[in-house]
């Protein structure tokens, strides 16, 4: 399976409000089941759940578990205002899909999370990181912080998260695993 491959991301101090920001979107609920505002929407929705499973078989091979895993990431990727092909992209580099993946770093799960952030704007739990939708959430919030800070530079923002700002392997490392999980429905004809 491979080593976890997160880097040494360091702590950064946060300003209180971003703080504040950062934990309130951690904290809500449990994903819902999607409402869509079109039959379209929702039958887009569904072969890309339909696509994605299929893709997905080899790391997780039970049914029930790829289409909760499958669904929580649409949902957090989709809140945090990722895309999901973006998200299963970074899961694949840093833990090839293993849930109790744990980094030379300490990062851990899916999204391989610092501990320190569960210090910084959750409850102080990192055993918690082990859970798939916290860390789901977590991954995705962070993701989305750096992405803010480095002004839109999906480059930069997946080199902070890393802990290789600036350098080409990690990035080029997502861009080349997202490629493998977005999805174009078919085209009506």
């Given amino acids: 399976m491979g080593s976890a491959r997160a880097g040494a991301q360091a702590e950064e101090p946060l300003a209180n409000s971003v703080r504040s920001a950062m934990s309130a979107a951690i904290a809500a609920d449990a994903p819902p089941k999607p409402a869509f505002a079109t039959v ?13 499973s299929d893709r997905l078989q080899r790391q997780k091979s039970e049914r029930l578990t790829r289409l909760e895993f499958l669904e929580t990431t649409w949902y957090e990727s989709t809140r945090a205002g990722l895309e999901p092909a973006l998200v299963l992209g970074v899961v694949q580099v840093e833990s090839n899909f293993r849930k109790y993946a744990i980094s030379s770093a300490g990062a851990r799960g899916y999204m391989q999370v610092m501990p320190f952030w569960s210090r910084l704007i959750g409850d102080g739990d990192p055993s918690r990181l082990f859970h798939m939708q916290t860390n789901l959430r977590f991954g995705c919030v962070i993701l989305r912080h750096y992405l803010d800070i480095e002004r839109g530079d999906l480059f930069m923002a997946l080199g902070r998260y890393n802990g290789s700002r600036g350098r080409a392997e990690y990035p080029n490392a997502v861009f080349a695993a997202r490629r493998r999980w977005q999805f174009t429905p078919p085209s009506a004809a």
């Avoid at 379209?40 to 994605?52: P, S």
């Fill in 40 to 52: 379209e929407a929702r039958l887009a929705y569904l072969r890309w759940l339909g696509a994605m």
